[in-house]
């Protein structure tokens, strides 16, 4: 019970003190990163259409250990996947589209 009534009173003080306008209480979430590896089998920039209007999107085909996998990333990103060559990409997913953080090239 004592534990309720604290949690109360801390959040009634939040209020109180937030509705002045001195205090700002907030936060983010950063979005989780995902990763994939493979040899870029195939690359080509197109558009989607995404809530009434169109978005440039990148799409790439990783290949590795006979599996193929494709992604599509927003921008023009050809540039950062040489076909060929092994990669191995960090981004956060999105839709229509991921939003591409890094690509390391392997070989």
């Given amino acids: 019970m004592k534990r309720l009534l604290a949690v109360f009173l ?7 003190c937030t509705s002045c306008g001195k205090v700002f209480v ?9 990763s994939i590896t493979g040899t870029v089998s195939f690359v ?4 989607v259409v995404s809530g009434g209007t169109f978005v ?4 790439v085909t990783f290949f590795q250990d006979g599996l193929s ?3 599509n990333f927003c ?3 050809t540039s950062q996947f040489p076909l060929n060559q092994t990669v191995t990409t960090n981004f956060n997913p ?9 690509v390391f090239i392997i070989g």
């Fill in 26 to 34: 907030g936060g983010a979430f950063q979005p989780r990163q995902s």
């Fill in 94 to 102: 999105g839709q229509p589209c991921a939003t591409l953080v890094i």
């Fill in 10 to 16: 801390v959040v009634c003080l939040t209020c109180l």
């Fill in 56 to 59: 440039e999107v990148t799409f």
């Fill in 69 to 71: 996998s494709s992604m």
């Fill in 75 to 77: 921008g023009n990103q």
């Fill in 44 to 47: 080509e920039v197109n558009n």
